[in-house]
């Protein structure tokens, strides 16, 4: 994801072959309730949005100021069911992530912001906290890493009221580790949601570590964003190699995920909201659409047609509300609306 200040995204222009892609029974994935449990009294717990819904919107909250919309969170369009805050910051200690408001973004306080947390949530919005970026230095890698990170995730979502938290690593990411870290945010508070939001060469096997941890946490994963851009041509489930900013692109990459072992239900297309927004590979809302039409329903195919249809496909993502805003909101205007139709 874009964390530089400057706005402008770095291109990662990769060609990858797939080595292979190994099948797996796909395991039913319920729907994720928002929320956060044992919240202590100081910090009492969020207000009980609806669960995420069976199709939903994914936005990124931009917590600094590069040149997009500037926004607070009751600003962002209401088509956005999980709204990602980006980006917490790494501390002195290994794997441990705290979370600090820019004053470019306009707050007055840190009660204002908690304030919009809990409003969007009363509309059935969940609020979940950003880890990584372009930018992102955290890096669980051993079990005091994974501890330091579950112990400050579990902390913020307390203090904040968030309910869940995004990982969105992209300098690396150790399936072992993360794993555990994830479960350990999991054990205490049962209702996180948890989403990510890999690179395209992060997913092309269920062999790399963004895709085993996806699949490590699956019983309790709500869903993957992956980004469909800054990426350049990569395979798809068929082993035809796919150029970004197509109907195909996106729906052949997805496959992978699909037959790979993540449940409808746990996969989402993530995409840039305007040209501005990313190094390369914005489509137009009518491609995304068309794309949601092909993989869920097997209309509006490209060349690539899945084998297979997934009425349960969790719906899309983009970098960012901001973005968006500054673009007229037409992410959330026409992807917002179809992804909410889907049957």
Same mark, same amino acid.
């Given at each position: =994801? ?9 291109? $990662? ?27 202590? #009294? ?24 590069? !040149? ?43 009660? *204002? ?20 970026? #372009? ?23 307390? *203090? ?27 054990? $205490? ?13 992060? =997913? ?21 964003? =992956?980004?469909?851009?800054?990426? !350049?041509? =990569? ?23 699909? *037959? ?7 996969? !989402? ?44 496909? $969790? ?14 909101? #037409? ?13």
């Amino acid at each position: =994801m874009v964390r530089a200040r400057s706005g402008r995204a770095k291109s $990662r222009l990769r060609t990858r072959l797939l080595a292979g892609v190994a099948a797996a029974v796909l395991t039913s994935a319920g729907t994720v309730a928002a929320g956060t449990a044992n919240a202590s #009294e100081e910090h009492p717990a969020p207000a009980s949005p609806a669960a995420v819904p069976a199709h939903a919107v994914t936005g990124y909250w931009q917590n600094f100021n590069n !040149g997009a919309t500037v926004q607070k969170l009751k600003d962002v369009d209401d088509a956005y069911d999980i709204i990602a805050v980006s980006f917490a910051d790494a501390t002195g200690q290994p794997g441990a992530v705290t979370f600090h408001l820019d004053p470019a973004v306009g707050y007055g306080s840190t009660d *204002e912001f908690k304030a919009d947390i809990k409003a969007k949530q009363a509309a059935g919005t969940s609020v979940v906290l950003s880890i990584g970026g #372009e930018k992102g230095s955290v890096s669980v890698n051993d079990d005091t890493s994974a501890k330091n990170f579950a112990d400050s995730v579990n902390g913020l979502m307390d *203090e904040y009221g968030f309910n869940g938290v995004d990982i969105d690593l992209e300098n690396g990411l150790n399936s072992t580790y993360m794993t555990q870290a994830l479960k350990a945010v999991h054990d $205490r508070h049962s209702d996180v949601v948890v989403t990510m939001a890999p690179q395209t060469i992060d =997913m092309q096997s269920p062999q790399n570590e963004y895709f085993k941890t996806a699949l490590g946490i699956k019983d309790f994963l709500t869903v993957v964003n =992956m980004q469909y851009y800054n990426s !350049g041509s =990569m395979n798809g489930c068929d082993g035809e190699v796919y150029a970004q900013g197509s109907v195909d692109f996106l729906t052949s990459l997805a496959c992978i995920q699909l *037959e790979g072992g993540l449940d409808p239900s746990q996969v !989402g297309i993530g995409v840039p909201a305007s040209a501005r927004a990313a190094g390369s590979g914005y489509v137009a809302p009518s491609v995304v659409n068309a794309a949601l039409d092909c993989l869920t329903q097997g209309t509006n195919c490209g060349s690539f047609k899945p084998s297979k249809t997934y009425p349960g496909l $969790r719906g899309a993502m983009t970098w960012s509300t901001n973005w968006d805003a500054a673009n007229g909101n #037409e992410f959330a205007g026409q992807v917002g609306a179809h992804v909410h139709g889907l049957p």
